[in-house]
């Protein structure tokens, strides 16, 4: 069986950018020492480590929206839980770029979710979440 996911990796087009975001903006911390001419950055997320890796393609795709229905297949999203949603947007309102307003989730079993969506500086769609479960 397997224990835990230990690591999950994101594509970027300019290394720098997205670790001054996810470590600067964020505060995520560095895995390994980061060092920008090796065009790679590993950042600790709790109990996962993020790989963001540099790539010379060149396609653009349309950004993920906050409807799943809409976008293409593949991973979505990350969502990082936080233990109070209004002080991490307070915290981070001026310095990201919001793709929704707050959106609640209710399940039938009593757990029931507020988030948020972000962009990252390329358009990668993550979440700030508070689980109530």
Same mark, same amino acid.
């Given at each position: 069986?397997?224990?835990?996911?230990?690591?999950?990796d994101?594509?970027?087009?300019?290394?720098?950018?997205?670790?001054?975001?996810?470590?600067?903006?964020?505060?995520l911390p560095?895995?390994? %020492?980061?060092e920008?001419?090796?065009?790679? @950055?590993?950042?600790?997320a709790?109990n996962?480590?993020? $790989?963001i890796? *540099?790539?010379?393609h060149?396609a653009?795709? %349309?950004?993920?929206?906050?409807?799943?229905? @809409?976008?293409?297949?593949?991973?979505?999203?990350l969502a $990082?839980?936080v *233990?109070?949603?209004?002080?991490?947007i307070?915290r981070?309102?001026?310095?990201?770029?919001?793709?929704?307003?707050?959106?609640?989730?209710?399940?039938?079993?009593?757990?029931w979710y507020?988030?948020?969506?972000i962009y990252?500086?390329?358009?990668n769609m993550f979440?700030?979440t508070?689980?109530?479960r």
């Amino acid at each position: 069986m397997y224990a835990r996911i230990d690591n999950v990796d994101l594509l970027c087009r300019d290394v720098g950018v997205i670790a001054d975001f996810y470590h600067g903006v964020l505060g995520l911390p560095f895995h390994f %020492p980061f060092e920008r001419e090796e065009g790679w @950055v590993a950042l600790d997320a709790g109990n996962l480590t993020i $790989f963001i890796f *540099e790539t010379t393609h060149e396609a653009d795709l %349309p950004r993920r929206t906050p409807v799943n229905e @809409v976008n293409r297949p593949g991973w979505d999203s990350l969502a $990082f839980e936080v *233990e109070d949603l209004d002080a991490e947007i307070a915290r981070l309102d001026g310095q990201v770029e919001w793709a929704a307003e707050i959106i609640e989730w209710k399940h039938p079993s009593g757990a029931w979710y507020r988030y948020r969506p972000i962009y990252d500086p390329e358009g990668n769609m993550f979440y700030v979440t508070e689980p109530h479960r």
